[in-house]
């Protein structure tokens, strides 16, 4: 059985990027769009991988993507990554890889394992 990824963002088109990539990896690709979505999808699925937006929802006040990232740390998930294309986190998340939105077809690259 392949192993599995959540990727969280609420950019339609860069859900469909980052399905596609993930796909060409090998991965099961399960999505969300907002928080409540994934993080019942977090708990459910408890993937292997898990990819988070910082911001949700086009708010960019909201930084659900760092709960979404705490929470997939606390279930035990060891490959974690927060991302973001209008900012440099702000929070340290012990075990929680921080890239920017355009690396993340990189880092699928260098950490999955086909």
Known sequence: MP???LI???DPDALYLYTHAS???GLEVDTATNFSDAQRKLRRLLPQYVVTDIHLEQNH???DGYKIARE???LGIKHVVI???TESPSQDIS???VIEKPDLICWLEENVKK
């Open 23 to 25: 796909k060409k990896y």
């Open 72 to 74: 997939a740390k606390e």
């Open 95 to 97: 075990g929680v890889q």
């Open 3 to 5: 192993d599995r990824i």
């Open 61 to 63: 006040d909201n930084k």
């Open 8 to 10: 969280v963002d609420d």
């Open 83 to 85: 991302y973001s294309g």
